[in-house]
């Protein structure tokens, strides 16, 4: 989130140095995530959401640490939505489990480091601790 408003901060003054106003406005909106978005309907038109910021909502169903074999180390989160499925690629730790309700903010993937229908996480928070 802070890369966000920094970015944003960016474009701002960006503006005040003669980056056209609506050109500033579309770059807030597309860098903005709005409300979240059903699994489902990502996965309906999944190549009208590649390179989208998103954001979903769901119950984590498998919470993993896993390593390439450069040796550098991520985290994946397999999140279901009714009965949808999808995974959160992130760098950093995931500070949640399965069982978990979480929101993801990230960007969107058809394909991303060999995953299919993934976000790249920008932002995971918990909602609601699993049972």
Do not use: C
């Not at 919470?63 to 390439?68: G, L």
């Not at 074999?69 to 760098?91: A, K």
Request: proline share 5%; charged share 20%; net charge positive.
């Amino acid at each position: 989130m802070l890369k966000l408003l920094r970015l944003l901060g960016v474009l701002a003054v960006s503006g005040a140095f003669g980056l056209a106003g609506s050109a500033l406005a579309a770059a807030e909106q597309e860098l903005s995530p709005s409300a979240p978005l059903p699994v489902a309907t990502i996965l309906a038109a999944p190549e009208t959401f590649e390179g989208k910021h998103v954001v979903v909502q769901g119950t984590v169903v498998e919470a993993a640490r896993k390593v390439f074999p450069n040796g550098r180390p991520y985290h994946t989160l397999s999140v279901r939505d009714g009965e949808s499925v999808l995974t959160v690629f992130s760098w950093s730790r995931l500070p949640v489990r399965a069982g978990d309700r979480i929101e993801a903010i990230g960007v969107f993937h058809v394909w991303r480091y060999n995953f299919r229908h993934v976000i790249e996480a920008g932002a995971v928070r918990r909602l609601e601790r699993g049972r």
